[in-house]
Each structure stands twice: as structure tokens, then as C-alpha cells.
């Protein structure tokens, strides 16, 4: 078999969704309206998306590992979500005032995650990132904002720098900013960072970190590398913001930040947040979030004017928040105890399989979170972004679109999986078999 017929094959069997594509390109910049979900040929359109499948316009039904870009940890539609969603619309859906919904679910976010002395809701995690930057650079008069190269924090435009290779292409253009107060540190090496940290420390309003590179590839941390830039922050009084918008409530109910021993000045939180509806929470030191306190007019600290937005704190983001959390908090062992064994044997077994055929592999990881790196002669190991870069990314571009095409097993094409707590063993094993039929066309 060659790759073409993959292609084909999926040609033939998505009709309607390549006619579909077809007119969205007269109306959508490529097509799309997040340029990440463009894959070649074309993307698949769905049509209904229903526990751990996604249903396309073909009636193509797909496992999906892709889940919501990872927001769903309970998978598509569940039931306690949607019954709470419906009875919440016939009562109205933005009152544009405010409601008692966002109260329950602050709330419940404080109790998991008591580092959130205050908190503001947006409705993206773009908003919630930027607010956390504002915050910072206005809390320490300072200017310069410390990323991660291939971190990504969201289409906001101070934080649209160093996000793909070669990292060095400005992609914030059109927004008045002056990338030259944005530095970028490289994940994992601690000596590196802190030297250039040392460099502009007395500039430096804060450091903004995302506790695995999700975006960039489920890249984990090493060696303590964020234990170690945190406690530069502290020494040097620069504010430690973490990006939790992945990995709260994923790889804990209590946040990245309890599991690496980390005490944030300002964290954000996204996608499960939001249960399926579109979120961004900015959360951290009373101290630093009452800086945009509106109220107090004789309020001298007033000095940082955040929005949330038309959309914000509305009813039904609210419940569909509110019922996942309180889903998770009341069956925590049963869910990530699930999931991340699940996620474990995933990544032991599938390293396993390309051990065994003799196809150098690296799978990353952590909890219910993975994706797999074809090394080469460039690439042996995975510790940063730039390794993810140099690795085959077309090897990983056939497999995954393999897998879609053959299998109806969905990955977005590069990207890493997730397994929702509708994910079983057999999906697995489903994923296990299907790679060792992959392997053995001789694609790879
Ligand atoms: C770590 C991280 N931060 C921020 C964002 C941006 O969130 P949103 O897409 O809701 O704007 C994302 C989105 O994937 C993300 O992965």
C-alpha cells in the first residue's frame, strides 16, 4: 500500500464533507476558523458529536482523541451536562447582568483550587492569558513578559511569538505591540533560561508557562525546570503566571499546579472549565487581580481595566462548568483514576509496538494526555519544542491521517490525545491494532 491510497480511500468516503470545504474556502481564510483544524485533503465536517465519537457529514463515525481541543474530559454531550443545559436555555442565555450560576461556579473553582483567591471569567482562553499578562506587567511596572518557546497561550498578540519553528517569525502583527519586550526561554534547560532571564530581570514583569507543552507537542517538564523558574520569580519579585487552560482539571482535579508543587501568582483555566462551552478564567492573588477592581472609585490601585466580555459569566457556560466540575469532584477517583491508566497503557503500549517493529518512536506524556514523535538522525530525544519540530512531523502526519482515513480513528493530524472518561480499554485496543495495521502497510 502507499500513502496515496489512504487519501483516496478517505476522498471516497467523505463526498459530502469535500463539497462542504469547498464552500467554506469562498467564505473562511483557508477554510477554517481555527487554522489548526485544517488537514490535507480537507477536513471532515461534523455533523453530531456523542460520547466518544464524532459523527461526520458522510456518516462517518470516529473514535475521537481530539476531543474538543482536549476540553472535553467527559466526553461529547454528557448526560448531566446536556439535561442542565436544557432546562438553563429555556430560562435564557446571556442576561448580560449577574447571575447566581457564575457565583456556584467560582465557587466551586476556589474550593478545588484555593489558589484562586479571585478570579474573572472571559469567554476565551486568549482573554484570560492576555488579562494575565496586563495584570502582571501593571502590578509590577515592569515590561517584559518571559515565554516558553512553543508555548501557546492563545491568539493574543503580546503572546504570539516563538509559537511554531523556526520560532522566530512574528505572528502577532496588526496589534500595536513591541515584541521586543516578549523574550522566549527554552523548555527544560534551566541553565539557559535563568541566564537570559538574569539578563532583563530588572525588566522583567513576569514569566508565563504552560506546566506541559500542550500545543507544542505534550512535551513534559524535566528536572524541576518549573520549580526552578519559579523560584527565580520569587527571588527577583517577578510575577509566575502558569497556563493551566490544558491541564486544570486534567491531569488533576486540583490543577498542574498541586501535582508539580507549584505556587502561582496568576493561573489560567479554559476548556474543561467550561464544560464544552467556551471559557477563559484569569485567577490568582487577591492582590494582583484587585488591580482591576472597578468599584472603588478612591481605589488608587485601580490600574488595570480587564473585560471578561459581552459573553462572560453567561448562564449556560456557567452550568455546563458547574456540572462538569461537580461531576468530577463527585466521582474524582473513579474518573482520572480511569483515564490515566488508560492513558498509561496507551503510551506503554504503543511504544511497545514500534519498539517491537523496530520504528524509533518517543511517546510524551503525562496523566490521560499523549502524542508519539518519529525521532531521526536530527531528533533522538523530546525534551523541548525544537525537538518536536526537527522530529518526522511527516511520519507523524501519515500516521495520524492513517488512522482517520482507515480506522475513523480521530487525532487531529500533529496533535496530541486525549482520553475522555467515555474512552474504554477496547477503544484502545482499537487504536493498538489499528497502529499495528498502519505499521504493517509500510507507510512509515
Ligand atoms: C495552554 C493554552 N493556553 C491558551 C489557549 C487559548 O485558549 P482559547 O483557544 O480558548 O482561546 C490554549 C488553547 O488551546 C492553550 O492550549
Same mark, same amino acid.
Given at each position: ?166 520560532? *522566530? =517569525?512574528?505572528? +502577532?502583527?496588526? %496589534?500595536? /505591540?513591541?515584541?521586543? @519586550?516578549? #523574550?522566549?526561554?527554552?523548555?527544560? $534547560? ?53 497556563? *493551566? =487552560?490544558?491541564? +486544570?482539571?486534567? %491531569?488533576? /482535579?486540583?490543577?498542574? @499546579?498541586? #501535582?508539580?508543587?507549584?505556587?502561582? $501568582? ?179
Amino acid at each position: 500500500m502507499n500513502v496515496n491510497d489512504d487519501v483516496e480511500f478517505y476522498q471516497q468516503h467523505t463526498k459530502n464533507s469535500h463539497l462542504l470545504y469547498k464552500n467554506s474556502l469562498n467564505l473562511f481564510p483557508g477554510g477554517i476558523s481555527h487554522n489548526i483544524r485544517y488537514f490535507k485533503p480537507y477536513p471532515f465536517f461534523v455533523k453530531k458529536a456523542i460520547g466518544k465519537y464524532l459523527i461526520d457529514v458522510d456518516d462517518n463515525r470516529y473514535t475521537d482523541y481530539w476531543m474538543g481541543h482536549w476540553a472535553l474530559i467527559l466526553g461529547h454531550s454528557p448526560k448531566n451536562v446536556s439535561l442542565a443545559l436544557s432546562k438553563q436555555i429555556k430560562n435564557g442565555t446571556l442576561y448580560g447582568t449577574v447571575n447566581n450560576a457564575s457565583i456556584e461556579l467560582a465557587d466551586t473553582i476556589q474550593k478545588l483550587m484555593p489558589k484562586a483567591e479571585k478570579m474573572r471569567f472571559s469567554s476565551t482562553g486568549s482573554e484570560a492569558t492576555m488579562y494575565a499578562v496586563r495584570l502582571a506587567r501593571a502590578a509590577s511596572r515592569k515590561r517584559i513578559v518571559a515565554k516558553i518557546i512553543g508555548g501557546w497561550h492563545g491568539f493574543n498578540s503580546s503572546l504570539l511569538k516563538s509559537v511554531n519553528y523556526p520560532f *522566530e =517569525i512574528e505572528e +502577532g502583527l496588526g %496589534l500595536d /505591540i513591541d515584541s521586543k @519586550y516578549v #523574550i522566549s526561554i527554552p523548555f527544560n $534547560d534551566i541553565d539557559l533560561s535563568l541566564k537570559l532571564l538574569n539578563q532583563i530581570k530588572e525588566d522583567l514583569a513576569c514569566i508565563i508557562v504552560e506546566p506541559i507543552l500542550a500545543g507544542a507537542g505534550c512535551i513534559i517538564p524535566h528536572n524541576e525546570y518549573l520549580q526552578r523558574l519559579q523560584e527565580f520569580s520569587k527571588k527577583y519579585n517577578i510575577i509566575f503566571i502558569l497556563d *493551566e =487552560i490544558v491541564t +486544570g482539571f486534567r %491531569l488533576s /482535579i486540583h490543577g498542574a @499546579y498541586k #501535582i508539580f508543587k507549584l505556587d502561582p $501568582d496568576l493561573f489560567t483555566l479554559g476548556k474543561i472549565a467550561g464544560g464544552g462551552l467556551p471559557i477563559g478564567v484569569v485567577c490568582g492573588k487577591n492582590e494582583i487581580l484587585s488591580l482591576s477592581n472597578p468599584i472603588d472609585k478612591k481605589n488608587k490601585n485601580l490600574i488595570c481595566s480587564i473585560g471578561g466580555g459581552t459573553f462572560a459569566s453567561n448562564p449556560v457556560t456557567m452550568t455546563a462548568g458547574l456540572k462538569t466540575l461537580q461531576f468530577l469532584k463527585n466521582n474524582e477517583n473513579q474518573v482520572y483514576s480511569k483515564i490515566d491508566n488508560l492513558g498509561k497503557y496507551t503510551r506503554k503500549e504503543l511504544q511497545k509496538i514500534f519498539d517491537e517493529n523496530n520504528i524509533e518512536i518517543k511517546i510524551t506524556g503525562i496523566g490521560s494526555l499523549f502524542n508519539i514523535h518519529f525521532l531521526n538522525e536530527k531528533v533522538k530525544e523530546i525534551n523541548n519544542a525544537n525537538d518536536v519540530a526537527l522530529a518526522d512531523k511527516e511520519k507523524l502526519r501519515l500516521y495520524h491521517f492513517a488512522l482517520i482515513s482507515r480506522h475513523k480513528i480521530f487525532f487531529l493530524p500533529f496533535k496530541m490525545g486525549a482520553i475522555s472518561y467515555q474512552h474504554s480499554k477496547t477503544d484502545v485496543d482499537y487504536l493498538l491494532k489499528s497502529t499495528r495495521s498502519i505499521i504493517d502497510s509500510k507507510i512509515l
